[in-house]
């Protein structure tokens, strides 16, 4: 008996610590052993993350740069500099950017390492740019386009590194939002 | 008051000591390890270094080094060859497998002609790689018939054809391809020139292959588009502001400025890679084969 414990107890140990230390490791392998992309809870988390990250980033377009929200932002400081830049740009021309998104459609959530992910979204905005006195300078324009998001874990949260536009996302609007 | 001492009072080991001194514990801390990398090499998904970076794996190794570090000495204590030869082989294994791990470096440089190998568009490096930078310059790069890049390192000048590769210490170098960097142009009104650069055309994968210009947040994805031009597609966050084709030396406006671009100059696409040293493992895997030969010799000579 004495004998088995001490022969099964590194085995057990080490899932033990995998299960305490190396949570993101664990549902990555998991992930992968089951063919998925990805576990729900994680999926869940990524969209709910991109969705903030994209509502966030049209309050600070709205409010011309109100920072207030900058600590909220799921997002690297890498991005929020990025973002700063263009609203800094933005006000430099004198116009305020009203951004609104209409819609967003998963196509695909991966895991692409512990802790790492990569979401397809096909997303629809409508945007105008206002004068300083919020008259309007331009009429409302729609768009639609698939993007790829790029997010690493932090400290148990998701957090938005990078994305690029995606082409090879599908349209996958269902309604008519755009202007 | 109970005893602390590993020994009964007529010498004997206790049995958790026996237990814990056995090649069986070896076995059993060992095999974690191997149903966890044997797992990982399965998966297609899963990339090694992503693996040996989980805490637990690393934790265990190192109990598996100690583990392995006191039946060696305890099999020279002993004066057991092959018990001394087996551990310290699969010590020195295990050394190798730590050795690529942390000295591993493989990346895609890009340079022009006059550049060092300095700028990695790619790398996969472990936490000992150290300095990645080859002294090496690429003094020219011919695109006729037979393609070649002439480096010079030090004194030394010579010429490497495409898909060839030198070597400098540990490091193999290949040019794997020539680009184009054509020379862009950006203006803030007529005649204001603001930017100046040459762009490395293909240097990450299609979609991620923009450009920034520092004053400015656009991001600037520029394409060959046959020989008249490029393909070019400028947004800003995720605004499409152009997407058109721009012909050489055309002034492209937008948003106030105007962008251009002139046939540049090519560039060249470097594989380079570390070679790791397999030192360990031959004298890791000569010592265990050595220790199990004398191991099985001496079952036969006893008649097991």
Same mark, same amino acid.
């Given at each position: 008996m004495r004998r088995a414990l001490v022969l099964t107890a590194p085995t057990l140990f080490f899932l033990l610590f995998l299960t305490m230390l190396d949570t993101d490791h664990l549902r990555f392998m998991g992930a992968a052993l089951s063919g998925r992309d990805c576990p729900d809870a994680d999926m869940k988390e990524i969209e709910k993350t991109v969705k903030l990250y994209n509502k966030i980033l049209s309050d600070f377009y709205a409010s011309g740069g109100? @920072?207030?929200?900058i600590n909220h932002m799921p997002a690297t400081k890498q991005i929020k500099h990025e973002v700063f830049r263009d609203l800094g740009y933005v006000k430099g021309v004198e116009k305020i950017l009203v951004y609104d998104m209409a819609s967003i459609t998963t196509h695909r959530i991966r895991l692409t390492g512990p802790g790492r992910a990569e979401a397809q979204f096909y997303e629809e905005w409508n945007y105008l740019y206002q004068n300083? &006195? /919020?008259? @309007?300078?331009t009429r409302p324009i729609g768009f639609g386009r698939g993007f790829r998001y790029h997010l690493v874990k932090e400290q148990g949260r998701w957090l938005v590194q990078d994305w690029d536009p995606d082409v090879t996302v599908p349209d996958l609007s269902k309604k008519d939002f755009k202007f | 008051m109970a005893s602390t001492d590993k020994t009964t009072r007529n010498g004997n080991s206790l049995p958790l000591v026996t237990l814990v001194c056995s090649p069986a514990v070896v076995v059993a801390v060992a095999l974690p390890v191997v149903i966890w990398v044997t797992f990982a090499c399965c998966l297609d998904r899963v990339v090694l270094a992503d693996l040996f970076s989980a805490r637990t794996f690393q934790i265990h190794l190192s109990i598996l080094v100690l583990v392995l570090l006191a039946h060696a000495g305890a099999s020279l204590r002993r004066r057991s060859i092959a018990g001394a030869l087996i551990y310290g082989g699969l010590l020195l294994l295990l050394a190798q497998g730590l050795i690529w791990y942390g000295f591993r470096f493989s990346g895609v440089a890009g340079a022009g002609?006059? &550049?060092?190998?300095? &700028?990695?568009h790619q790398q996969e490096r472990g936490a000992?790689?150290? &300095?990645? /930078?080859? @002294?090496? /310059?690429?003094?020219a790069i011919s695109i006729k018939e037979q393609p070649s890049v002439v480096f010079s390192l030090g004194e030394k000048r010579f010429t490497v054809p495409l898909h060839g590769s030198f070597n400098w210490e540990g490091y193999r170098v290949s040019p794997v391809a020539i680009e184009s960097a054509p020379l862009m142009t950006l203006e803030k009104? @007529?005649?204001?020139?603001i930017e100046a650069l040459y762009i490395k055309m293909g240097a990450a994968p299609p979609e991620r292959d923009f450009f920034l210009v520092k004053t400015l947040p656009h991001r600037i994805y520029i394409a060959p588009d046959g020989d008249r031009g490029l393909r070019i597609r400028i947004i800003r966050d995720k605004i499409e502001i152009v997407s058109t084709t721009v012909v050489w030396a055309e002034k492209l406006p937008y948003e106030g400025h105007y962008i251009s671009f002139y046939r540049g100059e090519p560039w060249v696409r470097l594989a380079v890679e570390k070679k790791v040293s397999f030192f360990s493992a031959y004298a890791g895997g000569g010592m265990l084969l050595a220790g199990l030969l004398i191991l099985l010799s001496r079952k036969r000579a006893n008649g097991c």
């Open positions: 109100n @920072p207030s929200l300083l &006195d /919020r008259s @309007p300078k | 002609s006059g &550049d060092q190998i300095v &700028d990695y000992w790689a150290g &300095d990645t /930078r080859i @002294p090496a /310059r690429v003094e009104g @007529p005649g204001e020139q």
